[in-house]
């Protein structure tokens, strides 16, 4: 009875643990769509985030997105053909 | 407290970044104080520094999971 | 298996610094999606960089081996 | 006696690695302002450091501490009022 | 035998960052050997480098101390 | 024998792990001198890479050594006259 809560903690200890290290990736790779996009999209802060800065950030991570997809599929297929 | 841990680490990371940013952005030859002018871009900078960062978190996060649907 | 994960470890570092450098070179202000000039400019910028990496890879190899041949 | 002797030994090495890590801080503070002020105060390098400069990279350090202040501050009390 | 580790960490992270800005400062197009005026001005950069160094290091101890004092 | 045997295997795979790890800090260099080069040498990206990139990169590469060993050389000596 009690190895089997030990083993149950243990485990849920380990699900937690994990689902930490999760969010701090998700963090530190905010962090990094900040370091291109704050450059790209905001010149002078403003009172408020107007729409245009908004939509341009959103659009910012989801085009570096896109990048990093193209270059890492176009990468795979250069290291298959044995290329380059 | 691994949670707690790693938040305080985020929070440090994100102030000494939005330190960074607001400082190169917003004083030009430092001067002997911080002058009115400057304070209030600081303040400014910081409010709109971290209105970014929840719209490029939210960006990621609802791109995250269309990628995770599409799979 | 050492040299599997430090190959796989480079690959990364490599693709990581590419996307950074490529995105910053084609991507004026983002729009709602790549446009066809930005997508080309990608893949050269991409092949551009690999072929830079092969150039200053082969020159900082040729340069050690001659300080070797110094010493 | 030797217990004794062994534990202000090792209560000394402590306090000295204590000191290093806390010099290794604030050297590596050093390193980060200069990224900052190098570039803001430092245009072309000329054949010594004119005061004009000189007191811009002290004014740089100051202002970048007291930005940082201020931020920290300013953060502390959005988190308090839990807001955002 | 820690304080000797710590030095020589500094001393080559210094190193490292003064040739990084030195170079950028220096050196335009990157010639077939360093000419005569980017290696006086390397030199110089350098040494203004390091008394940067000093003045920004005498900065922070001084504000340091101010602080500790008002505490 | 079989000690000795495990003893070769030791030193061997000791042998490796060392090429591996200088062959990592060889890589490490050279996405240093990338993240220097290509920016002093790359403006806009061509259908390929010209003679006129590649002998800038080459240069850049060597030249930058050069300035590496200028400045370790002069930091030495200054050391040693235990001055600044």
Tied chains: 1, 4, 6.
């Excluded at chain 2, 994100?14 to 400082?23: A, E, G, H, S």
Aim: proline share 1%; glycine share 4%.
């Amino acid at each position: 009875m009690v190895e089997l809560e030990k083993e149950t903690e243990t485990a849920e200890l380990q699900r937690m643990v994990a689902a930490e290290e999760q969010r701090a990736r998700l963090t530190a790779q905010v962090h990094n769509f900040m370091e291109v996009c704050w450059e790209k999209c905001v010149d002078k802060p403003g009172s408020k985030l107007d729409s245009r800065t908004e939509t341009c950030l959103a659009n910012c991570v989801n085009r570096f997105i896109d990048t990093t997809l193209s270059i890492t599929h176009r990468f795979a297929q250069i290291i298959q053909k044995g290329g380059h | 407290q691994v949670k707690v841990q790693i938040a305080v680490a985020n929070a440090q990371e994100l102030l000494q970044r939005m330190t960074d940013k607001c400082f190169r952005k917003c004083i030009g030859k430092p001067g002997s104080a911080l002058d009115n002018s400057e304070q209030k871009c600081i303040a400014m900078c910081m409010d709109r520094y971290m209105d970014a960062w929840n719209t490029v978190s939210r960006a990621y996060n609802s791109r995250l999971q269309r990628e995770r649907a599409n799979m």
